[in-house]
């Protein structure tokens, strides 16, 4: 999932080359089309105008791909102190059982999700995914039990879809789009000493902790969670207030604002899925390697396993295991592999074994870094295969994800 949003029909392709970052190409394909009156602004738009954001049309927003330090510097600050994110294009989207009983709520839910919804605490959140009756993947979201009801966090260009998925099909439900908040994250080893600066408490907090608080007097729903693969937060934020929050947190010195193309990087070297370009409708949960996600309650045998669509290919995925799986792809050499290109068993091959879906250059991997899809028998770390760029067969090894080293606060 990319906690900034979907990419359907819109790919950042982004020259991370070591040899010239201050003069960082960055382009946007798919949506440089689309009629800039009709792009939807979040609350935070003209905030990033005043910090010279370059501006792209993404998920139906306007949104900030890279500041003037660009996308390189973006990348390795967040991972060495904190970075600031807006997120607020993405859906947050209210469950409440007409009953009252978060259980309830809980229950209707995991008609949807192959997710323990149910055994998920007060105070706590969880990843999951909408699947589809093929097995495929709809989105991938976030869930929280806020003690009276659920807080469903989705991608920005599914939220219109999954909002009616929902509403029709949770009929014990009130399901509404909270369209009157902003989102930020804040991610980076300093994000807690930040943070802290306006919530002394924050340190009390552990991955996937979630809790309403008080910030400049205006109450928040934090989570200490994020895509980047470093410690970090999300924080709901009324929209009327949302600069005045961005403002303070961008004024401590170890936090600086972050672009799109940052945050693609951040979250591919984390291993992290973007949904339209690692996960879609095509992709089982087991093949995309997120069965982690689905605990032992919900699989075969499980007290409350199956009823969910899609319940048949993903059980079958389980147990006998899938076709094909996502791995991590080290490419040799210096040049980034891009999404798409097919991938080959043999330099000389003309049948495609896989796609590459997601990659760029890693700055803090020091090097290209991939992700994509191999035949399961393939999947081994340190198998090799070609990815087939502008007629060329170029070596890849298959590695194990992440790329780097995850700083959640456990």
């Known amino acids: 999932m990319d906690r900034g949003g979907s990419n359907t029909g819109t790919l950042l392709c982004l020259n991370l080359s070591r040899r010239n970052p201050p003069n960082l190409e960055v382009s946007l394909l798919g949506d440089h089309t689309e009629d800039q009156s009709v792009l939807k602004q979040t609350p935070l738009h003209a905030l990033h105008l005043?910090?010279?954001?370059?501006?792209?049309?993404?998920?139906?927003?306007?949104?900030?791909?890279?500041?003037?330090?660009?996308?390189?510097?973006?990348?390795?600050?967040?991972?060495?102190?904190?970075?600031?994110?807006?997120?607020?294009?993405?859906?947050?989207?209210?469950?409440?059982?007409?009953?009252?009983?978060?259980?309830?709520?809980?229950?209707?839910?995991?008609?949807?999700?192959?997710?323990?919804?149910?055994?998920?605490?007060?105070?706590?959140?969880?990843?999951?995914?909408?699947?589809?009756?093929?097995?495929?993947?709809?989105?991938?979201?976030?869930?929280?039990?806020?003690?009276?009801?659920?807080?469903?966090?989705?991608?920005?260009?599914?939220?219109?879809?999954?909002?009616?998925?929902?509403?029709?099909?949770?009929?014990?439900?009130?399901?509404?789009?909270?369209?009157?908040?902003?989102?930020?994250?804040?991610?980076?080893?300093?994000?807690?000493?930040?943070?802290?600066?306006?919530?002394?408490?924050?340190?009390?907090?552990?991955?996937?902790?979630?809790?309403?608080?008080?910030?400049?007097?205006?109450?928040?729903?934090?989570?200490?969670?994020?895509?980047?693969?470093?410690?970090?937060?999300?924080?709901?934020?009324?929209?009327?207030?949302?600069?005045?929050l961005a403002k303070a947190l961008l004024s401590h010195p170890d936090c600086e604002p972050i672009g799109l193309g940052a945050r693609d990087s951040l979250r591919l070297e984390a291993g992290l899925c973007l949904y339209g370009n690692d996960i879609d409708t095509t992709t089982s949960p087991i093949e995309a390697a997120l069965d982690w996600a689905i605990q032992k309650v919900r699989r075969p045998g499980g007290e409350r396993a199956g009823g969910y669509p899609g319940a048949a290919r993903i059980e079958e995925d389980l147990q006998s295991g899938p076709v094909r799986r996502r791995v991590g792809l080290k490419p040799e050499g210096k040049a980034p592999v891009r999404a798409h290109a097919g991938l080959f068993a043999e330099d000389s091959s003309a049948s495609p074994i896989g796609e590459v879906t997601s990659g760029t250059f890693g700055p803090t991997a020091e090097g290209p870094v991939a992700m994509g899809y191999v035949p399961s028998a393939m999947a081994k770390a340190g198998t090799r295969v070609f990815a087939e760029v502008r007629g060329k067969y170029l070596p890849m090894t298959v590695t194990a994800l992440p790329f780097i080293t995850p700083t959640y606060k456990r």
């Open 50 to 244: 005043s910090l010279g954001a370059k501006m792209v049309p993404f998920a139906g927003y306007d949104m900030p791909v890279q500041y003037p330090a660009g996308v390189m510097k973006e990348h390795l600050h967040t991972r060495a102190a904190a970075g600031l994110f807006d997120v607020s294009h993405m859906g947050q989207v209210l469950v409440r059982a007409k009953s009252g009983s978060v259980e309830d709520a809980a229950l209707a839910l995991e008609k949807l999700v192959p997710v323990d919804i149910l055994g998920l605490r007060e105070g706590r959140q969880r990843y999951g995914f909408f699947t589809a009756d093929n097995g495929g993947i709809l989105d991938d979201l976030m869930i929280a039990n806020r003690g009276d009801h659920l807080l469903v966090v989705v991608n920005a260009s599914c939220k219109d879809a999954d909002l009616a998925h929902m509403q029709e099909n949770l009929p014990g439900c009130d399901v509404s789009l909270l369209d009157d908040r902003a989102l930020l994250a804040l991610q980076g080893p300093r994000a807690e000493g930040v943070l802290a600066e306006l919530w002394a408490d924050v340190a009390a907090m552990k991955f996937m902790d979630v809790r309403e608080v008080p910030l400049l007097g205006v109450a928040c729903i934090i989570s200490r969670s994020g895509y980047s693969g470093e410690d970090g937060f999300e924080i709901s934020f009324p929209a009327s207030h949302a600069e005045a």
